[in-house]
């Protein structure tokens, strides 16, 4: 089906293990972008990225990595989880240049324990 | 950078009521504004645009809102709610990427809740 899709929908993960969350769109969107929605502060930037092999920074980007080799896919990697990186994950995708707002996925909601 | 403000956390209204969700955002240049609702568990979902022309706005499921330059503000409007608009909303604005292209950058949600 076309639309943006993230998994796993919940995960729930050790303090210092390294988990992956997926995002996947099939519109050939070239932007992509991860945020964390916390209480309190509404939703935040992670990552982003313009392009297959173009990434940057967000607002809040330490302990986090990410990749994309695909214009499709866009995993966001915490590499040593903390409890402090419980959240509900959002990946979106916008078209280039024009400010259409963007499309979201369903969420990830991560639990570090 | 852009900053956007949502005063109000919480917002509780009877059904059938008018409602009005603040937003006010922090510059004056050319800007583009958007409104999101999430409902429970799910993601967020474009409620309204704002890119130029009409200041007034209408969006799906009864939502409008207006655009004021000189109070740089984007206040979400609703004649009559029903039970099913109990959600949380995001005021947006853009802002633009070093690399061309923008970002959206939210306010901190404002908790809808209609009661009968």
């Known amino acids: 089906d076309a639309g943006i899709t993230q998994s796993p929908r919940y995960k729930i993960t050790e303090t210092g293990r390294q988990v992956t969350l997926m995002c996947h769109q099939t519109?050939?969107?070239?932007?992509m972008f991860w945020y964390r929605q916390d209480l309190g502060h509404g939703l935040r930037l992670i990552y982003y990225?313009?392009?297959?092999?173009?990434?940057d920074k967000g607002e809040v980007p330490d302990g986090y990595v990410v990749s994309r080799s695909k214009t499709e896919n866009f995993p966001l990697t915490l590499e040593s989880a903390t409890r402090s990186q419980t959240s509900v994950y959002f990946c979106a995708s916008s078209e280039t240049q024009v400010p259409y707002g963007y499309t979201f996925g369903s969420g990830t909601r991560l639990t570090v324990v | 950078a852009q900053s956007v403000t949502q005063l109000d956390s919480q917002v509780p209204v009877f059904e059938e009521a008018p409602v009005e969700l603040r937003c006010n955002y922090s510059s004056s240049v050319s800007v583009y504004l958007f409104w999101y609702v999430q409902y429970p568990n799910q993601g967020l979902q474009l409620l309204l645009k704002y890119l130029s022309g009409s200041t007034l706005v209408k969006g799906i499921n009864g939502f409008e809102a207006e655009f004021n330059k000189s109070q740089t503000s984007f206040h979400l409007r609703k004649p009559s709610v029903h039970i099913s608009d109990t959600a949380e909303y995001f005021c947006a604005v853009s802002d633009q990427l070093t690399g061309g292209g923008n970002k959206l950058t939210f306010g901190t949600g404002t908790q809808l809740k209609v009661e009968l």
């Open positions: 990225s313009a392009a297959a092999d173009i990434t």
């Open positions: 519109w050939s969107h070239s932007y």
